[in-house]
């Protein structure tokens, strides 16, 4: 816990981030300079791709590496696997597990976290107050909707007869709801699952946000083209977008920034 770790040499100087939302929260809170090391997948920001690389991911993390680099503390996310954590650990290496934030208050209470761990309270305290603000201005505008739009969110349409969508409990689910919007996926039983094309055509969208756009290259006219899917509301209507899913996937700052551009897509009439 947080009370065992900040009894060591803190501030941390030297920081190993296992996790690309650990990285963005680093850099957004003026920590970026304390980055040693960090996870293949730590793309955001630019500045953040000239640190060591030391794989992980799915794969696996060069511990050599990051023993060599002698960091103060190395900071774990919930994508990480507790073998890896356990095994930094036993290599004596100093491990802070940021657990996942259940809401926006939450993530902004993980930025305090890594503010202490990192001697940034300051910095991080005006960045909570302004994406505290931004977070309710959206709340305000969004409180002013006649309707919630049904959302889909489409993870991977790679097999247009059963694409991925993001279940209840997410965070995309999250900021869908606290957009204004209703998660189609919230019909599902897990987090993230497979939803049928007829069940999609049943629940009729009135919107498709394109998670699959950044990785995958999916475009709105693919989706239009797929058999079936030209009965849909959202397709019918021009209210299929590209999204950038690293905004909404990963538990960081820039989740506000996903929650301006659901909420300006889903009410764009309360956004003029």
């Avoid at 939450?106 to 960045?127: C, D, F, K, P, S």
């Avoid at 309707?147 to 409990?169: H, I, K, M, Q």
């Avoid at 209507?237 to 920034?257: A, C, E, I, K, T």
């Amino acid at each position: 816990g947080l009370e065992r770790e900040v009894r060591l040499s803190l501030p941390a100087e030297s920081i190993v981030s296992l996790a690309p939302s650990n990285t963005e929260i680093l850099f957004a809170i003026d920590a970026g300079e304390q980055v040693v090391a960090r996870d293949s997948f730590s793309d955001y920001p630019a500045e953040a791709q000239e640190v060591t690389d030391i794989g992980g991911g799915w794969g696996e993390i060069d511990t050599e590496t990051i023993l060599s680099l002698e960091p103060d503390l190395v900071l774990a996310a919930e994508i990480n696997a507790l073998e890896q954590i356990e095994q930094l650990e036993d290599l004596g290496l100093t491990v802070f597990y940021l657990a996942n934030p259940a809401d926006l208050e939450g993530m902004l209470a993980n930025l305090y976290i890594v503010a202490q761990l990192t001697g940034r309270e300051e910095e991080t305290l005006a960045l909570m107050d302004d994406l505290g603000a931004r977070i309710a201005a959206v709340d305000d505008i969004v409180s002013n909707a006649e309707e919630r739009p049904v959302v889909f969110y489409e993870l991977d349409g790679t097999d247009p007869n059963a694409p991925w969508t993001s279940g209840p409990g997410t965070f995309i689910d999250l900021l869908v709801a606290r957009a204004g919007g209703e998660n189609l996926g919230n019909v599902l039983a897990d987090a993230w699952a497979q939803i049928s094309v007829e069940e999609l055509i049943t629940q009729n969208p009135e919107v498709i946000l394109l998670g699959d756009y950044i990785w995958g290259g999916v475009t709105p006219e693919d989706v239009a083209a797929r058999a079936g899917w030209d009965v849909i509301a959202a397709v019918q209507n021009d209210q299929v977008y590209p999204f950038d899913d690293n905004l909404v996937s990963r538990p960081g700052p820039r989740m506000v920034d996903g929650l301006e551009k659901i909420a300006k897509i889903l009410h764009p009439e309360l956004f003029q």
